[in-house]
C-alpha cells in the first residue's frame, strides 16, 4: 500500500475529522485563489513604483547634465531649443504616467514629487523656450548663460533636496513696497 492509500484509510476510520478536512482543503483553495487573484496587482503596484523611481532619475538627471555642461559654452537658440524639446521629452514622459495609481498619495511620496518635478520641467522648458527667442540670430552673453546656469542651479538643488526627502520651504519674497 502506498502512503496515500493509508491516509484514506485512515480518514475513513476517523470519519470525525473528515469535516476538519474539508475545512483546511477549503481554506487552502482560498489562500491559493487569493494569491492567484491578486499577484498580477501586486506586481503592476511594484512596477509602478520602480517606474516612478526612474522618472525621478530621468528628471533629476535632466537637470544636472544641463547644470553641468551649459557653463561649458554659450547658448545659441538651436541648442537652447533642442535642451527644451529635451524637458519636453521628459515632461511627456512624466505626463502619460499613471500618477494616481501609486499607492502613497502623501506630501513625500514618489507621486507628489513626480508632479513637482513635471512642474520644474515645464518651468525650465519656458526658460529655455523664451530665451531662445531673446537670443534669435546670435550668441547668449555670458550674463545670459550664467542665468541659465544659476536657474538650473537652483532646480536642481530643489529636485536634489526632494529626492532626499529633505523638508522643502515654501519660497518667501519680500514686499513690493520693501516693508
Given at each position: 500500500m502506498s502512503?496515500?492509500?493509508?491516509l484514506v484509510l485512515w480518514f475513513e476510520g476517523h470519519d470525525k475529522l473528515a469535516g476538519w478536512a474539508q475545512f483546511f482543503g477549503a481554506m487552502l483553495a482560498l489562500v491559493v485563489t487569493y494569491f492567484t487573484a491578486?499577484?498580477?496587482i501586486w506586481h503592476r503596484k511594484r512596477q509602478l513604483r520602480?517606474?516612478?523611481v526612474?522618472?525621478?532619475q530621468n528628471?533629476?538627471?535632466?537637470?544636472e547634465s544641463y547644470h553641468r555642461t551649459t557653463p561649458k559654452f554659450l547658448p545659441v537658440s538651436l541648442t537652447l531649443r533642442g535642451a527644451a524639446a529635451v524637458f519636453g521629452g521628459v515632461i511627456d514622459e512624466i505626463s502619460r504616467f499613471p500618477v494616481y495609481e501609486?499607492?502613497?498619495?502623501g506630501s513625500r511620496s514618489a507621486a507628489?514629487?513626480?508632479?513637482a518635478l513635471n512642474g520644474q520641467l515645464v518651468a525650465t522648458r519656458l526658460i529655455f523656450e523664451s530665451t531662445a527667442v531673446e537670443i534669435e540670430g546670435r550668441t547668449a552673453t555670458v550674463e545670459e548663460r550664467d542665468l541659465l546656469?544659476?536657474?538650473l542651479g537652483d532646480r536642481l538643488e530643489l529636485v536634489r533636496a526632494m529626492l532626499a526627502g529633505e523638508e522643502l520651504k515654501r519660497p518667501e519674497w519680500s514686499d513690493l513696497e520693501g516693508t
Open positions: 502512503k496515500m492509500d493509508d491578486f499577484m498580477p520602480k517606474a516612478a526612474r522618472l525621478l528628471g533629476y538627471e535632466i537637470f501609486l499607492d502613497d498619495q507628489r514629487h513626480l508632479v546656469v544659476e536657474f
